[in-house]
Nanobody
Framework: QVQLVESGGGLGQPGGSLRLSCAVS????????IGWFRQAPGKEREGVSCISRSGGSTNYADSVKGRFTISRDNAKNTVYLQMNSLKPEDTAVYYCAARFQIRADEALCGNPGSWGQGTQVTVAS
């Protein structure tokens, strides 16, 4: 059974930065594309970013493009989401999720098979 654990959430200032981590265990990270998703109160969950198995392909929601950066360290079994220029509308529970992927260079994270428990990010002054 795969396991993903998010950390790094908390209170961030508007214009500030936070870095989320997604530590994976019980599976080999290099076989999976990893996505970050978020769900704000009263809203549907949305995809934020996705990174391919190799790390060579990434994609971002328009709302975070240019502000967030996804990266991965397969040797450390960890995926990161660097969030800069935070906005109050970034407030949400952030989840990482894993999708088994055949091709190493495709950033496809829809319908992932495994999810973390989520970490709260609150952006407020």
């Amino acid at each position: 059974q795969v396991q993903l654990v998010e950390s790094g959430g908390g209170l961030g200032q508007p214009g500030g930065s936070l870095r989320l981590s997604c530590a994976v265990s019980r599976f080999t990270l290099e076989h999976y594309a990893i996505g970050w998703f978020r769900q704000a109160p009263g809203k549907e969950r949305e995809g934020v970013s996705c990174i391919s198995r190799s790390g060579g392909s990434t994609n971002y929601a328009d709302s975070v493009k240019g502000r967030f950066t996804i990266s991965r360290d397969n040797a450390k079994n960890t995926v990161y989401l660097q969030m800069n220029s935070l906005k109050p509308e970034d407030t949400a529970v952030y989840y990482c999720a894993a999708r088994f992927q055949i091709r190493a260079d495709e950033a496809l994270c829809g319908n992932p098979g495994s999810w973390g428990q989520g970490t709260q990010v609150t952006v407020a002054s």
